[in-house]
């Protein structure tokens, strides 16, 4: 049995156990992190359970090599162990940190095999019924038997990590988890990235009050709530006749997402911009950015709209009540409901004043709350604790 062999001679080796690095809230998350955590401490190797390497190159030249156990299907739990064996066998770590359903199940059960200590984060409310709505991939007894799976497993757990309140919360409840056994760390972003960006309805955005931009970005699944904000558009051309709304992002519903504004008549108003990895230059265009999740772990996309100091309309999910003080950060409007947003919209565009204040508190409390300086620190600290035995 291989056993932790941290030494005060080398840092703490973390294997640090995901589904796939293509382009996703965790995925970037994990790329925010290797990129600023202290090397003189802690050696950071990468392990993506499944194809799919977008970041790769992002996280290799951060410092941290990176391993693709190359599963051939989503569920290939024994194939995908035995491999991570193997790669456990290869490093030695001394911790093994997973991330998103599939991870967590395989590096539970490897590090358990070998005896190594296991920190999973908790970056959704996996488990809440919302899950089933718009969603055709996933079913009622599906949804129950991964929860099952995830129950027997998180006995296999030194400690969790979750995003938020609302999310630890939540998974403390669906899988019976002690409280005391789960920190929460926020998800952050760089300050510098962002630190340029010209306020709304600051003198750079001169001219464009002809033609308001809303924009969104998440990827085009049932999870993010597209439909409610394309079926929003009819009445926000109403008020705005020029308005167009901005989606970055690609997902298997963008083809259902199309025929929406071509029956409703917006078609022309809605872009499909794809992956895009210039997001603050995007959210620079922006008078409004809308995100009408249905459900949500921490949305980075909120966070960097908030930095770039973009007036939000967002979901009234519990984690936004960590990010958003109705009114003052941003607007609040009830989950699934268009005409609500289209209020919210219209609001916000015709209000200069109310767009620019609200706009300036939600960088200020970005700013102070969500520095990945301090959430790599925060970070850090679990994993000292967890490799010492604490």
Same mark, same amino acid.
Request: proline fraction near 5%.
């Given at each position: 049995?291989? #056993?932790?062999?941290?030494?005060? &001679? ?12 293509? =382009? ?34 992002? *996280? &290799? ?18 194939? @995908? ?10 490093? !030695?770590?001394?911790? $093994? ?23 999973? +984060? ?7 019924? *919302? ?15 991964? #929860? ?10 030194? !400690? ?23 920190? =929460? ?6 300050? @510098? ?27 085009? $699944? ?13 009445? %926000?051309? @109403? ?13 298997? @519903?963008?083809? +259902? ?8 008549? %917006? ?45 939000? =309309? ?28 289209? %209020? ?28 990945? &300086? ?7 600290? $679990?994993?000292?604790?967890? +490799?010492?035995?604490?």
């Amino acid at each position: 049995m291989n #056993q932790p062999c941290n030494t005060s &001679e080398r840092p703490a080796r973390i294997l640090y156990v995901i589904d796939t690095l293509e =382009v996703g809230g965790a995925e970037r998350s994990l790329g925010e992190l290797v990129r600023r955590v202290d090397r003189r401490r802690f050696e950071i190797h990468v392990c993506h359970v499944y194809a799919g390497d977008a970041l790769r190159g992002a *996280i &290799e030249e951060a410092g941290s090599d990176v391993v693709c156990l190359e599963v051939p299907e989503k569920y290939h739990f024994v194939t @995908a162990v035995r491999r991570l064996l193997r790669t456990i066998d290869r490093l !030695r770590p001394d911790l $093994i940190h997973t991330t998103l359903f599939r991870a967590d199940q395989i590096g539970r059960l490897a590090g358990a095999i070998k005896r190594v200590p296991v920190v999973s +984060s908790l970056v959704n409310v996996s488990y809440d019924t *919302i899950r089933l709505r718009d969603n055709p991939h996933l079913t009622w007894w599906k949804l129950r038997a991964m #929860q099952a799976m995830d129950m027997l497993t998180c006995r296999l757990v030194r !400690r969790f990590h979750a995003v938020a309140e609302s999310v630890k919360t939540a998974n403390v409840a669906h899988l019976r988890i002690r409280p005391d056994r789960v920190t =929460v760390v926020p998800r952050g972003r760089e300050l @510098a990235r962002f630190a340029n960006a010209p306020l709304a309805n600051s003198a750079a955005w001169a001219g464009q009050a002809d033609r308001p931009r809303v924009v969104s970005v998440g990827r085009l $699944i049932d999870q993010k709530g597209h439909k409610y904000l394309i079926e929003a558009m009819p009445a %926000v051309q @109403a008020a705005f006749p020029s308005a167009t709304l901005q989606i970055a992002g690609s997902g298997w @519903a963008e083809s +259902s997402l199309r025929d929406l504004a071509l029956r409703l008549g %917006v078609a022309s108003a809605v872009q499909f911009l794809g992956q895009r990895d210039d997001i603050p230059r995007l959210l620079d265009q922006a008078d409004v950015f809308a995100f009408p999740s249905l459900y949500e772990g921490l949305p980075g996309a909120v966070l960097e709209a908030m930095l770039a100091g973009r007036p939000v =309309v967002a979901s009234d999910l519990p984690v936004a009540h960590e990010l958003i003080d109705q009114g003052i950060h941003g607007l609040l409007v009830p989950r699934m409901d268009a005409k609500a947003l289209a %209020v919210a919209i219209v609001q916000l565009l015709g209000d200069d004043r109310l767009r620019q204040r609200i706009a300036a508190e939600a960088r200020r409390r970005a700013r102070e709350r969500f520095d990945i &300086e301090n959430v790599v620190r925060q970070m850090e600290t $679990i994993w000292s604790e967890v +490799s010492m035995g604490r």
